[in-house]
């Protein structure tokens, strides 16, 4: 990443002079403070003007801006972002994520970064890996700010301590058979309104946890993360993925996931069993909000690096914007100083939270603070908060670190010459998806007729345009 920031940089300097800096919408030589208008998603901004005041006093002291943070609803910021690119209202930086961004870059929407990060930015390239930059890259340039976070894609399996004491279980062995096996044998003990594998109908795709969606937005289409061949194949034609889901209709039909799985959209607190993108310190916070004393955590899957887990948050700069250099130089200061990533991400001290165990620590006084710091900037400049055990960050930073890259690990798919039979397989998809992640379609009956349909739909059109595009991306890797 490091050779693409500084080939793109050379070429630009070369063919364009002097002129990057003004491109940029750098605002100096005027006497106004510009103001930056951040969209993010949340669910309420309660005092938030007020407080913006306080961080903003701090970014114009430190970097001469002053910052407007704005909110779309969780379940409006789709349509909210699609409908304010599409009219051209003005923004500075814009929250996005594997569902919007490969889109929005190529409506044209976002500024392209890859000469400006190290440029005007470059502590925050340096603290940024490159592999996430790799990550976020369309076409060879970049277009956003990942977020340094739980990047790598890491899955536990969850289980309360007491349950597993009580049965005896092997947690260790994370195998759908001994899964199987534990399940049954909880069932066979708490009784029939007992659910082990408690699900909902917007739960993870559980069964292609192995495979690389190209950032396709179609579960069905993938290479899985460790085929050097790298062979774009029908994942539901896959050995590995069909077991899962006959397990899962397995459960289903004995009552071990509930059965209004494909319907309810909400899981309880508690749940004697889960999985989770996670790591296993999370374990606590998790037990405290199930109300019980302990969950004890297996790795089941990872660390691994693929475009979609880096893809999970992203900041990315307006086209349009006046303030592009801006912009990014707040970017790199919130992921780079602990005091304004602190205010970004609990509100202002004294006010909402005080600083415990000499500095090290964060305790919230109170719980309105609406926004949501995934979608911020790096979890790792943030002070933890006291409620998590020591070193929380530690584990997080070392499965990143430990991490092993998908073999196709930056590549997006470019749906332009494949639209329209993307757009149709993804529509069979969610007639089916539902209940076969949730168990409560048969996969011997269905997965036939949803193959055919994808077929008839030209997905194997879909398959040799993604083949074609992963190999000619291989060739530009040697």
Same mark, same amino acid.
């Given at each position: 990443?490091?050779?693409?920031?500084?080939?793109?940089?050379?070429?630009?300097?070369?063919?364009?002079?002097?002129?990057?800096?003004?491109?940029?919408?750098?605002?100096?030589?005027?006497?106004?403070?510009?103001?930056?208008?951040?969209?993010?998603?949340?669910?309420?901004?309660?005092?938030?003007?007020?407080?913006?005041?306080?961080? !903003?006093?701090?970014?114009?002291?430190?970097?001469?801006?002053?910052?407007?943070?704005?909110?779309?609803?969780?379940?409006? @910021?789709?349509?909210?972002?699609?409908?304010?690119?599409?009219?051209?209202?003005?923004?500075?930086?814009?929250?996005?994520?594997?569902?919007?961004?490969?889109?929005?870059? #190529?409506?044209?929407?976002?500024?392209?970064?890859?000469?400006?990060?190290?440029?005007?930015?470059?502590?925050?390239?340096?603290?940024?890996?490159?592999?996430?930059?790799?990550?976020?890259?369309?076409?060879?340039?970049?277009?956003?700010?990942?977020?340094?976070?739980?990047?790598?894609?890491?899955?536990?399996?969850?289980?309360?301590?007491?349950?597993?004491?009580?049965?005896?279980?092997?947690?260790?062995?994370?195998?759908?058979?001994?899964?199987?096996?534990?399940?049954?044998?909880?069932?066979?003990?708490?009784?029939?309104?007992?659910?082990?594998?408690?699900?909902?109908?917007?739960?993870?795709?559980?069964?292609?946890?192995?495979?690389?969606?190209?950032?396709?937005?179609?579960?069905?289409?993938?290479?899985?993360?460790?085929?050097? #061949?790298?062979?774009?194949?029908?994942?539901?034609? $896959?050995?590995?993925?069909?077991?899962?889901?006959?397990?899962?209709? $397995?459960?289903?039909?004995?009552?071990?996931?509930?059965?209004?799985?494909?319907?309810?959209?909400?899981?309880?607190?508690?749940?004697?069993?889960?999985?989770?993108?996670?790591? !296993?310190?999370?374990?606590?916070?998790?037990?405290?909000?199930?109300?019980?004393?302990?969950?004890?955590?297996?790795?089941?899957?990872?660390?691994?690096?693929?475009?979609?887990?880096?893809?999970?948050?992203? #900041?990315?700069?307006?086209?349009?914007?006046?303030?592009?250099?801006?912009?990014?130089?707040?970017?790199?200061?919130?992921?780079?100083?602990?005091?304004?990533?602190?205010?970004?991400?609990?509100?202002?001290?004294?006010?909402?939270?005080?600083?415990?165990?000499?500095?090290?620590?964060?305790?919230?006084?109170?719980?309105?603070?609406?926004?949501?710091?995934?979608?911020? @900037?790096?979890?790792?400049?943030?002070?933890?908060?006291?409620?998590?055990?020591?070193?929380?960050?530690?584990?997080?930073?070392?499965? #990143?670190?430990?991490?092993?890259?998908?073999?196709?690990?930056?590549?997006?798919?470019?749906?332009?010459?494949?639209?329209?039979?993307?757009?149709?397989?993804?529509?069979?998809?969610?007639?089916?998806?539902?209940?076969?992640?949730?168990?409560?379609?048969?996969?011997?009956?269905?997965?036939?007729?949803?193959? @055919?349909?994808?077929?008839?739909?030209?997905?194997?059109?879909?398959?040799?345009?993604?083949?074609?595009?992963?190999?000619?991306?291989?060739?530009?890797?040697?």
């Amino acid at each position: 990443m490091k050779k693409l920031f500084l080939v793109g940089t050379v070429l630009a300097l070369l063919l364009n002079g002097g002129s990057m800096v003004m491109a940029g919408g750098s605002s100096a030589g005027t006497s106004t403070v510009p103001t930056l208008i951040w969209w993010q998603i949340g669910g309420g901004q309660g005092n938030l003007a007020e407080d913006l005041k306080v961080i !903003s006093d701090y970014t114009q002291e430190k970097i001469g801006v002053r910052v407007d943070i704005k909110q779309a609803g969780w379940g409006d @910021a789709g349509n909210r972002f699609t409908t304010m690119i599409n009219a051209g209202e003005y923004y500075d930086i814009l929250f996005t994520d594997l569902g919007s961004y490969n889109r929005f870059v #190529n409506l044209g929407a976002f500024a392209d970064l890859t000469d400006l990060v190290p440029q005007h930015t470059p502590k925050l390239q340096a603290y940024i890996p490159d592999v996430l930059w790799q990550g976020v890259n369309v076409k060879g340039r970049i277009y956003s700010v990942p977020t340094y976070k739980d990047s790598s894609k890491t899955v536990y399996h969850f289980w309360d301590h007491a349950i597993v004491q009580k049965y005896q279980l092997n947690i260790e062995d994370t195998s759908f058979a001994n899964l199987d096996q534990s399940f049954r044998k909880i069932k066979a003990g708490e009784g029939q309104r007992y659910y082990p594998f408690f699900l909902a109908r917007g739960s993870a795709h559980i069964a292609f946890d192995q495979y690389d969606s190209l950032a396709a937005g179609l579960p069905p289409l993938g290479v899985r993360l460790d085929d050097t #061949n790298r062979r774009v194949v029908n994942t539901l034609e $896959q050995s590995d993925v069909r077991e899962i889901y006959d397990y899962l209709h $397995q459960w289903y039909e004995a009552g071990i996931i509930n059965p209004d799985a494909n319907m309810v959209d909400e899981t309880p607190k508690y749940r004697p069993f889960f999985m989770a993108q996670a790591w !296993s310190g999370v374990a606590a916070s998790y037990a405290t909000s199930a109300g019980i004393d302990r969950y004890d955590a297996a790795l089941y899957f990872g660390p691994s690096y693929s475009t979609d887990s880096i893809q999970g948050s992203m #900041n990315a700069i307006s086209v349009n914007s006046k303030y592009k250099v801006e912009a990014l130089k707040l970017l790199e200061l919130v992921n780079t100083d602990t005091k304004l990533r602190d205010m970004i991400g609990y509100g202002i001290e004294g006010k909402h939270f005080h600083y415990v165990n000499n500095g090290t620590a964060v305790h919230r006084d109170r719980t309105d603070w609406p926004l949501v710091n995934y979608q911020e @900037a790096s979890f790792f400049t943030e002070t933890p908060e006291d409620t998590v055990p020591a070193g929380y960050w530690d584990e997080v930073l070392q499965l #990143n670190e430990q991490a092993t890259p998908s073999v196709v690990i930056g590549f997006m798919l470019d749906l332009e010459p494949i639209r329209t039979e993307v757009a149709n397989c993804q529509t069979i998809w969610s007639k089916y998806g539902t209940d076969l992640n949730t168990g409560a379609s048969d996969p011997a009956v269905v997965l036939p007729q949803l193959i @055919a349909e994808l077929k008839n739909a030209g997905f194997d059109k879909v398959v040799a345009e993604a083949q074609r595009q992963v190999d000619r991306y291989v060739q530009t890797l040697n």
